[in-house]
């Protein structure tokens, strides 16, 4: 069940289009164009032939506070 476009006038194909054109226009300006840090590293690491940042290595913080409270 499929819909076929109708036909209508032959200037009310410009006239859509136009419209169509100018509400995509006005929607441009309330994008938002900020990155954050973590998505801009990203970027300029697939632009440029960076080396990648190592592994992520986890402090030894929370091994630290386990231990103090196994002593307690």
């Not at 100018?22 to 300006?29: L, N, P």
């Not at 030894?60 to 386990?66: H, Q, T, V």
Request: hydrophobic share 30%.
């Amino acid at each position: 069940m499929s819909r076929e476009p109708t036909k209508g006038e032959p200037g009310e194909d410009a006239a859509v289009r136009a419209r169509l054109e100018k509400i995509q226009r006005d929607k441009r300006s309330g994008v938002r164009w900020n990155l954050s840090r973590h998505t801009a590293e990203q970027a300029l690491m697939a632009i440029t032939d960076l080396p990648p940042r190592g592994p992520y290595r986890a402090s030894g913080k929370n091994r630290r506070r386990k231990k103090h409270k196994r002593l307690l």
